[in-house]
């Protein structure tokens, strides 16, 4: 359904001519979704005006920050905030940065890096926009979710534009429950059936103490960059466990002592897609890594603030890995291994090698929880990706998950994906249904998982009916249906 | 390969926006962090790589429908890789390939912009892709210059049509002809009797009007005994060297970028810059010297049946590592008192200066927008000067300047050489 020349030239009106296309031509660049049409707003009074012509003319809207992933219906006004790419502020004394949605991670951790400061950079990588929320690879250090967000601008499906937190009540970003309105539980795209309607075009960003340099002595050329040196006390190191029993053991210790800046439970076969430069390297270097291992484990970085700092916590990791019968994996001793990982692992820059490059898709179960209780479930998951592979439909990983801490493992994540080839139906097909089975098996084993492709109305009930609250609470939200469900936007 | 024979790199794109921005490690902070200027200017995802390479998957499954649009899309992209290395930094695919496969099939199915026609035309009646006053080796005049087609000469130094014919850019052949004399090099040209290399035809999209020059080229080449090419224009360099190699034309040809060549000299002693030039300057690497400089990889296999995107045999990707960074760097460091600042975007990963993909002749403020930002992200440095290696990207930064009056000053690495020894 193309606009009508007078609704479009109203959309017009409010970017300007070279900020709106309907031109077929172009749709297929974004998503396989035909879009009446693509507009890109400037700032929040645009995206304000643009969302209430959508009300007026009942139109649905979904916008997009760097727009990796979606699910769109058809004709849906696409909003992409690509010009909507400033860091409003950094400020250090209080430790949070503003930004809008088409910043990307590199550019505001390169940023932060200069002031001595880091934050939370998602797993989908440092491409994807800094105001994402979810996971990553320094939540045992940083949290994650909704813990780093503080005040956020909203433009409601209504188009409204709601201040919360603190921002609610003056012009400061420093909290994201008040003086002022908090909906945190509402700002959240983590609970099914979906994200939060509307637009959200700017959000505060907590910081965290970075002790690493101001900027990362990178050397080498694309696609095999590493560290001229490791920073000084800095050391990455991949510890491999005899049991999943001693890993959880030395992980839960490790985040009691609080030593570790990173702890990121790598399994073989993702470290070898981090450190290979293509897919032959990664499938000669997992099959070597893979005889070097001897079970589950995990990838640490520490960063201590003096020598003396270092040295007390690498004594410590040490001791605790010894405790636990941990081996250390002695490809990534080699400076200049541990030099790719250790950038790569701050930077967040190889979670494509990791998930894309092997066959061209991936498909994955998150589970948030307590560790070890997840990584139960992740064990049967993984069993169960074992036939798949036999078949040659997904790439070899040995059938591993992986996963994390959260807040010095006070949380924790687990994960499991598997990489395939999309242009292949048949192993398309065993994915989806290998997924479906293993969600639903973690929502009967009562887990929290991703339920998106689950069915919602089937699991709701286990936990408190939330989705007949959250619909309740959205149709007072979006009245004329302008906004709709969908998945998580990166 | 035709655009269908990437199909299976084309489908790989996951819309991972890497190719939009320079390798994610190597971003600095929010300025200077973008490396394709056509989605930095244009901003739809349709102008990003990732943008392109889903629409020709698409057309290829949903038939070739050209629009104004389409044709928006596809010139405006100055094809300078840089997309593929940020990309290629991760992903196992083609990016630059089916890029320049879809340009190609667009003036194949007659679907052409006038500007570019135009130039085209002049190519064929003139052979020239610069307007054309005078005879192209007037610029030798009275120099005395061996003609390589009739004497016996180790290196021929093949000029081009910008530095033959622009009479602001003909200093450039003067002093390399400086170098070469002063190196004790036994060159000559081929003068009157030179013709494009077909390099920026190819870059539009023009296959067979690049083919033909190439052939034409080569076949002088071979009849007049020439082992060992010389090139001061890094269009010129990747034609001879990269694009007659991919087309099985270049045979044993030795090509060579003057910067190579000078470098080689002060390594053998036959060169030695004494003359002090005082002054602070960055350098701009030229896309076709650097990322695209890097040796064409001959291959052809299939893809293996299975999970994996891998071939038999395994395919090997020019991802942009092995361009010509080194020797330019080399070349401005042996000079007496030249400070090398510099910038955020070098290397595999530098800015473009704007002029390719018939960009400077299809939208030339597209052209300066990123000519712009190039001479921005220079004296962000602090250099007094930005030194690049190709005359198309002086001639782009100095227009560049001149209508912003900025006091940047811009040179070519020849031109700091003649003045050194």
């Given at each position: 359904m193309a606009l009508s020349k007078e609704v479009y030239k109203e959309f017009e009106d409010v970017v300007g001519e070279e900020n709106i296309c309907d031109d077929p031509a172009i749709m297929p660049a974004y998503f396989a979704t035909e879009f009446a049409a693509v507009i890109l707003p400037k700032d929040t009074a645009k995206v304000q005006a643009i969302v209430k012509l959508c009300n007026k003319h009942k139109l649905k809207f979904r916008a997009i920050s760097t727009g990796w992933t979606g699910v769109f219906p058809k004709n849906t006004i696409l909003?992409?905030?690509?010009?909507?790419?400033?860091?409003?502020?950094?400020?250090e004394k209080n430790m949070y940065a503003v930004v809008e949605p088409y910043v990307i991670s590199a550019e505001l951790q390169a940023e932060l890096f200069k002031r001595g400061l880091n934050f939370c950079i998602k797993g989908a990588g440092s491409n994807c926009s800094a105001m994402l929320r979810g996971h990553g690879h320094l939540d045992q250090t940083t949290s994650a979710d909704d813990r780093n967000h503080l005040a956020i601008e909203w433009v409601t499906p209504e188009g409204e534009i709601v201040r919360l937190g603190s921002l609610g009540s003056s012009d400061e970003w420093f909290c994201g429950d008040g003086p002022g309105p908090s909906l945190r539980a509402i700002i959240s795209s983590a609970v099914p059936p979906g994200v939060t309607p509307g637009v959200f075009t700017k959000a505060a960003i907590k910081l965290y103490h970075w002790p690493g340099p101001s900027k990362l002595p990178v050397v080498g050329k694309s696609p095999r960059y590493t560290l001229r040196e490791i920073p000084a006390n800095m050391m990455a190191r991949y510890y491999s466990f005899p049991s999943v029993e001693k890993m959880w053991q030395a992980e839960l210790k490790i985040g009691e002592s609080e030593i570790a800046y990173e702890l990121m439970g790598f399994n073989a076969s993702m470290v070898a897609s981090n450190i290979t430069t293509c897919n032959e390297e990664e499938e000669e270097v997992f099959r070597r890594i893979s005889q070097e291992v001897q079970g589950p484990g995990f990838f640490v970085i520490i960063a201590g603030n003096s020598p003396e700092d270092f040295a007390y916590k690498k004594k410590v990791l040490e001791k605790i890995v010894s405790d636990a019968d941990g081996k250390s994996l002695k490809s990534v001793e080699d400076p200049e291994i541990e030099g790719i990982l250790l950038c790569q692992c701050v930077r967040i820059s190889a979670s494509i090698r990791e998930t894309f490059r092997a066959g061209g898709a991936f498909n994955s179960i998150p589970i948030m929880g307590q560790r070890d209780l997840t990584i139960k479930w992740a064990i049967g998951a993984g069993e169960a990706k074992k036939p798949l592979i036999k078949k040659g439909l997904i790439v070899d990983d040995g059938g591993a998950f992986f996963g994390w801490g959260v807040e010095q493992g006070h949380l924790g994540k687990t994960e499991i994906f598997c990489r395939f080839d999309p242009l292949n139906p048949e192993a398309k097909k065993a994915v989806e249904e290998w997924r479906k089975e293993q969600c639903a098996r973690a929502v009967n084993e009562r887990y929290f998982a991703d339920l998106l492709m689950a069915k919602i109305d089937e699991s709701g009930p286990s936990l408190s009916n939330y989705h007949l609250w959250w619909r309740k609470i959205v149709k007072e939200l979006d009245p004329n249906s302008v906004s709709p469900e969908g998945g998580p936007l990166v | 390969m035709a655009l269908e024979d990437y199909r299976g790199d084309m489908e790989m794109c996951c819309r991972c926006s890497c190719c939009k921005f320079i390798p994610m490690q190597m971003v600095q902070g929010a300025e200077y962090s973008y490396a394709c200027p056509s989605i930095a200017k244009y901003n739809f995802h349709a102008y990003s790589a990732g943008g392109r390479l889903n629409i020709a998957a698409s057309m290829l499954k949903k038939g070739f429908n050209y629009s104004d649009k389409i044709l928006d899309i596809v010139k405006n992209c100055q094809m300078c890789g840089a997309c593929g290395v940020s990309c290629n930094y991760a992903m196992d695919m083609e990016v630059l390939e089916p890029i320049q496969e879809f340009r190609i099939k667009t003036v194949e199915d007659g679907h052409t912009v006038p500007a570019l026609e135009k130039v085209i035309t002049s190519l064929g009646n003139q052979g020239s892709m610069v307007p054309v006053t005078g005879k192209r080796g007037d610029w030798a005049s009275g120099l005395n210059l061996k003609d390589a087609t009739s004497k016996k000469v180790n290196v021929l130094y093949h000029v081009g049509c910008l530095t033959s014919y622009d009479k602001n850019m003909q200093k450039l052949a003067k002093a390399t002809v400086n170098i070469l004399q002063k190196a004790g090099v036994n060159f000559g040209i081929t003068g009157d009797a030179e013709m494009c290399c077909g390099g920026r035809a190819y870059q539009m999209g023009y296959k067979e009007d690049f083919l033909n020059q190439a052939k034409k080229n080569m076949a002088m080449i071979k009849k007049a005994g020439i082992k060992t090419l010389v090139a001061s224009c890094s269009n010129c360099y990747q034609a001879f060297k990269v694009l007659y190699d991919k087309y099985n034309l270049r045979g044993d040809l030795e090509v060579l970028h003057i910067t190579e060549y000078i470098a080689r000299s002060l390594n053998e002693e036959t060169l030695k810059p004494s003359k002090k030039v005082a002054l602070t300057v960055t350098y701009h690497d030229p896309c076709r010297l650097g990322r695209l400089g890097e040796p064409w990889i001959h291959w052809e296999g299939k893809k293996i049946p299975g999970d994996r995107f891998v071939f038999d045999p395994p395919k090997i990707y020019r991802r942009g590592t092995h361009g010509v960074y080194e020797p330019p760097r080399e070349v401005l460091n042996s000079i007496s008192g030249i400070k090398l600042m510099e910038m955020t975007r070098i290397k595999e990963y530098a800015w473009c200066c704007g002029a390719g993909g018939g960009v400077n002749e299809s939208n030339p403020e597209f052209a300066m927008w990123t000519a712009n930002e190039r001479i921005r992200e220079a004296v962000s440095t602090g250099a007094e000067a930005i030194v690049t290696a190709c005359p198309w990207c002086e001639k782009t930064f100095n227009e560049a300047i001149q209508k912003n009056e900025s006091s940047l000053k811009v040179y070519d690495i020849v031109e700091l050489v003649e003045k050194a020894i």
């Open positions: 909003l992409d905030l690509r010009r909507m790419n400033r860091i409003i502020e950094i400020n | -």
